[in-house]
C-alpha cells in the first residue's frame, strides 16, 4: 500500500526546466520590464579612433561637394550606435549651431538621417542610416539630377539659337549637339545608377 502511494506521487520535474512532454518551457517576461539599457550617449571630444572615423566621412563626402560639417555630422552618427540629440553634435564636434541645423537638414533631405523619438526624453533624436550607400543614392537624387535637367534644358536652348544663327560656327555646333546627346544619355542612366546604389550589403 505504501509502496503504491509513493509511486502516485509527482515527480520532481527535470533540471533542464522540461515537462513530461518534453518541450521546453517557456518563461513570460514580466510586462513592467523594462528594456536592455540602451548605449550611453558619448561626451566630450572624440578621441583618435572616433576622429580617424569622422574624417573618413568627411573625405567621403567631400566628393559630392558638401561642407565638411555634413561629413562630419553623418560620422559621428554613424559610430554613435544609437540616436543623438542636437547638441552632442555642437559639443562633440565642435561645430556651431548654425552648422549642424544645416548638416542636420541637408542629410534629411538626402534620407541618410532621421529624426527618432526617444521614450522619456522630449527632445529631438537623430539617428543615421547605417548604408552609407543611401548618402550617395539621396545626393543622386537630389543634387545631381536636377543639375543634369538643369544643364539639358541650357544645351537645347543654345542648340536652339545657333540653328537659328546663319553664320553659326560649324565646329561649336557639333560640340553643343554631341554634349546635349551625352547629357540626355546621363540623365536616362541616372536612375539606374541610383536603384543599384541603394541596393544594401
Not at 65 to 93: C, D
Request: aromatic share 6%; charged share 25%; hydrophobic share 40%.
Amino acid at each position: 500500500m505504501r509502496l503504491a502511494l509513493l509511486s502516485r506521487r509527482r515527480k520532481p520535474a527535470p533540471a533542464n526546466g522540461r515537462g513530461h512532454s518534453g518541450h521546453a518551457a517557456h518563461h513570460k517576461q514580466p510586462e513592467n520590464e523594462p528594456p536592455p539599457m540602451a548605449r550611453p550617449i558619448g561626451t566630450g571630444p572624440l578621441n583618435a579612433s572616433e576622429r580617424e572615423l569622422v574624417e573618413w566621412f568627411v573625405d567621403f563626402t567631400a566628393l559630392m561637394g558638401v561642407p565638411a560639417s555634413v561629413g562630419e555630422i553623418y560620422g559621428l552618427l554613424y559610430l554613435a550606435g544609437r540616436p543623438l540629440p542636437f547638441e552632442n553634435f555642437v559639443e562633440r564636434l565642435g561645430i556651431s549651431k548654425g552648422s549642424a541645423s544645416q548638416g542636420l537638414k541637408f542629410l534629411r533631405l538626402l534620407g541618410a538621417v532621421r529624426t527618432v523619438a526617444v521614450e522619456g526624453d522630449r527632445r529631438e533624436f537623430y539617428e543615421a542610416e547605417i548604408s552609407p550607400t543611401r548618402l550617395v543614392a539621396g545626393f543622386l537624387k537630389e543634387k545631381v539630377q536636377p543639375r543634369l535637367k538643369e544643364s539639358d534644358e541650357r544645351l537645347a536652348r543654345l542648340k536652339k539659337t545657333l540653328a537659328a544663327m546663319e553664320t553659326a560656327d560649324p565646329v561649336l555646333a557639333e560640340r553643343v549637339h554631341r554634349l546635349h546627346i551625352w547629357n540626355q544619355r546621363a540623365r536616362q542612366f541616372l536612375p539606374v545608377v541610383s536603384g543599384l546604389v541603394k541596393i544594401r550589403t
